[in-house]
């Protein structure tokens, strides 16, 4: 589903600011060469490549636009230059007119914003290519703010997504890296990031998580501020929360002039994103500077507040501990620990020979110790560890790579706030502790107590189950799937009745030996 008048004019856009000769370095088609040769016109580029591919995204439209910033964070397939340069993309999209949104809130919330809310600005304060958001207050006195989606979104990103497709497709079989760059599932990926962001609700129900993870009750409202979500009037196309005020977290002098500790907000930024990533396995993967402000109000002075949620990010237990692991392997330089992991986590084929890959890790991370820490990087590091693992065909997963661009934004905003951050230093203790209530008798407990209520309803059952399913001869290959399970449920019995005795034995031994010694 695409328009002919529009892949015309990509490629006249592609033509104009010489994005050719980007092709020209790999194409491997000796046809499409020629051709390209011919448009050139023999004109030599005067623009860096990342400048004329951004400034051509840039002319192509907020959906190309927004493409680019997506391609930016996959410095693992695309050159350093190329994706810095992306990096400066911005949305600079005109405001759609405020008739239309309140056509919008009207249309997903059954009555007009000037019934709905107490009052509602039709100026709208921030516009992008996706939605743009009025301030209103609601007729209970509270201040919202009310995100409404740019109407037609659908249909543009359609149609496209359709040319980006075609593309991809054509990259992938003209240019000699097109397989290893995997276009048409970057395009892919981009697809299901853009259908995210179009569904409000999935957003509100993001901010409301991150909300739940740092409220009261966890002990760390001190450390983030969340808005509140108004579920009452949130739809698929506008979404409603509390109004938040602050400063931004890039505007330094007016963070100094209001008082705010500076190396403690750098210190308090790299605590949160460690204490998502690894407490929560949930983090919010867009901590740009224009989404991150800071509380000037006398109560919270000095407190992050997280705006906009449509990019977040998740980690599995496996993710976790792989990811724990590494950075405490790479701290403590033992390159052989790095190649394992890599190993055992079936990231790299099995064949790999392990000596071989510790032997490129240690040529990636040892570079890095000779260097004052506030020229080190963990997030140049883990892209490092990215690329080097491409020779060893690692299928790097969408998270992870998710994962290294917020870190490289939480260094990047650490960093402007305190040039000396020692971000080693902050994150050591804390990757530690957490492996220590991982694998130690705390997290042992912990485990336990999650498996409790399962175990007491399974252990019971056993001897009846085998005892059922040995007398049932018309069973079949049901029969042999009970008994599978059944033996999976008796190796966990066993390995969990293990682990307690060696515990037991541990205690006993120390209280043997705190009796002998008086």
């Known amino acids: ?22 092709v020209l370095s790999s194409i491997n088609h000796p046809v499409a060469f020629c051709l390209l040769r011919v448009v050139r016109f023999g004109r030599t580029p005067k623009l860096a490549r990342g400048v004329r591919l951004r400034l051509a995204l840039e002319s192509l439209g907020p959906i190309f636009v927004k493409f680019g910033q997506v391609l930016s964070t996959r410095r693992d397939l695309i050159p350093l230059d190329v994706a810095i340069e992306l990096a400066l993309l911005q949305d600079r999209v005109p405001p759609f007119p405020s008739d239309q949104a309140a056509a919008s809130i009207e249309a997903a919330l059954g009555a007009s914003p000037h019934k709905l809310f107490k009052q509602f600005d039709t100026d709208p304060v921030a516009s992008a290519s996706i939605a743009q958001v009025h301030f209103a207050v609601l007729h209970d006195g509270r201040e919202v703010a009310v995100k409404v989606l740019r109407p037609g979104m659908r249909e543009i990103i359609e149609k496209d997504l359709g040319l980006m497709g075609l593309l991809a497709g054509l990259i992938e079989r003209l240019a000699a890296d097109g397989r290893r760059l995997k276009p048409r599932q970057v395009v892919a990926e981009f697809n299901n990031y853009l259908h995210d962001e179009l569904d409000l609700i999935r957003e509100a129900a993001n901010c409301s998580q991150l909300r739940r993870n740092f409220s009261v009750e966890t002990g760390r409202s001190n450390l983030l501020m969340v808005p509140e979500v108004v579920w009452e009037f949130c739809s698929t196309t506008v979404f409603t929360m509390e109004r938040m005020s602050g400063i931004p977290v890039s505007h330094i002098d007016r963070l100094q002039a209001a008082g705010v500790n500076l190396p403690n907000l750098a210190k308090t930024g790299v605590e949160i994103f460690f204490t998502q990533v690894f407490s929560d396995g949930f983090f919010h993967a867009d901590m740009h500077p224009g989404n991150i402000l800071v509380s000037d109000a006398p109560d919270t002075l000095g407190r992050y507040i997280a705006l906009d949620f449509g990019i977040v990010g998740s980690l599995s237990e496996f993710d976790k501990n792989y990811l724990a692991q590494n950075f405490l392997a790479f701290f403590q330089r033992d390159y052989r620990r790095v190649a394992q992991l890599h190993i055992e986590s079936g990231w790299v084929p099995l064949t790999t020979r392990e000596e071989e890959l510790e032997g490129a890790v240690r040529a990636v991370c040892e570079p890095y110790f000779d260097r004052p820490l506030s020229e080190i990087s963990l997030g140049q ?35 402007e706030l305190d040039p000396n951050l020692d971000l080693w230093k902050t994150a050591k203790p804390y990757l530690e502790k957490w492996m220590r209530d991982r694998i130690g008798l705390t997290g042992l407990r912990k485990r336990l107590d999650q498996e409790a209520m399962q175990w007491s309803q399974l252990l019971p ?58």
């Not at 990509?10 to 994005?19: C, G, H, P, V």
């Not at 560890?385 to 934004?409: D, M, Y």
């Not at 189950?465 to 069973?475: E, G, I, K, Q």
């Open 1 to 22: 589903m695409f328009s002919l008048f529009r892949l015309v004019y990509i490629l006249f856009i592609a033509l104009r600011f010489r994005l050719d000769e980007l």
């Open 381 to 415: 590091v883990l892209l490092r560890l990215f690329q080097t693992s491409r020779r060893f065909n690692v299928e790097i997963q969408p998270q992870l790579v998710l994962l290294q661009k917020t870190l490289l934004n939480v260094e990047g905003m650490g960093r």
């Open 461 to 518: 059952q056993i001897p009846r189950l085998v005892h059922a399913n040995l007398n049932r001869p018309d069973s079949g290959p049901k029969q042999a799937f009970e008994l599978e399970r059944i033996r999976r449920l008796q190796e966990q019995t066993n390995r969990l009745l293990t682990a307690l005795a060696a515990i037991l034995a541990i205690a006993v031994g120390v209280a043997i030996w705190a009796l002998t010694r008086h």
